[in-house]
């Protein structure tokens, strides 16, 4: 989701705001404050500090006018902008992105959740309703409008409307896991698993699967929680976060082996993501398996990719260390 064609950019190592993919925090108390700096990379991959206030001035701002005519760049500038606590500078370039993108469900979404993000409620109903009317009732509008409808202290109305949003997409990981949370909160685990069970059972579905097989990891059910995985993968509608879940969540119970059983004969670096691939040279790493090291290495140095460069030159220090 961050824009790879500007050389020197925040990357923020956390989730693009869960509001922007419906979750039900507060995105006021979680915005980053005004003293903390932003995380960035020139061209040489080097890492810097930037205070906020001289990268809004001197970065931001003029990048989100460049992108003005530009759909794909301008949404991404919107993403990094609510990310990095920018949302009140946002507005007019989410309204511009109405009136230029052809993705309706996208754009209206976008303009919404920066509407949520700056505390103007009914502005973002409105906002996600107009996309409803144009897109349907998709699930990333109906996750959103679920947000309002709880910060609105509606949690009937709330929970109804996410349920919906499952339904219409089980795998927007913040709308299902809201969801399944709350029968949690409300039944208790059996009923947490219950809704991740009845969510996978939903056509097309992949992201339910993922969370059981955390949960059966958990409990060290690993035969399980495998299953699952080949599932999903032999599948192939999987994405790029559904890689990344896996390998982190085999990595952090210490299946190594399985990380690269299971991803490494569907990974695409150029799909897929450098995360992944970096997580696959840890495995063979750790596994004394080099050779296969080496050759996923030699393909994610192609990717030219500054922000990892130097967990690259990592590797390829540690792959030499073996000679």
Known sequence: MLAESIPFRPVMFKKILS?????????????????D????????????????????????????????????????????????????DLPAAGQRLVEIDANVDRSHTTLGIVHLSNGQLDAAEATLRAGMAKAGATGALLTNLAKVQFERGDEALSEQTLWQAVQ????????????????????????????LRTAAALPGAWCPQLWL????????????????????????????????????DLGSTGHLQLILDLIDP??????????????????????????RGRALLVRMTALNFPPIQQHLDQFAQAFEAYD
């Not at 949960?215 to 495998?226: D, M, T």
């Open 266 to 291: 569907v990974y695409d670096e150029h799909l897929h993501g450098p995360t992944t691939g970096l997580n696959l040279m840890r495995a063979c790493l750790e596994l004394g398996q080099i050779e």
């Open 37 to 88: 700096p932003i995380t960035a990379y020139d061209a040489q991959g080097r890492e810097l500090q930037i205070s906020r206030n001289e990268w809004r001035e001197k970065m931001f701002l003029p990048t989100l006018q460049q992108a003005w005519d530009d759909a794909d760049e301008l949404y991404r500038q919107i993403l990094t902008g609510i990310n990095d606590g920018f949302a009140a």
């Open 168 to 195: 219409a997409a089980p795998n927007l990981e913040a709308g299902l896991m809201w969801w399944a949370t709350t029968q949690r909160e409300k039944h208790g685990e059996t009923a947490y698993l219950a809704a």
């Open 19 to 35: 509001a922007l993919r419906g979750s039900n925090r507060d995105s006021k108390t979680d915005a980053p404050a005004a003293g």
């Open 213 to 248: 097989a955390r949960h059966h990891l958990e409990q060290q059910e690993v035969g399980q929680a495998r299953a699952l995985y080949a599932g999903v993968l032999a599948a192939g509608n999987f994405d790029r976060h559904a890689l990344m879940m896996i390998a982190n």
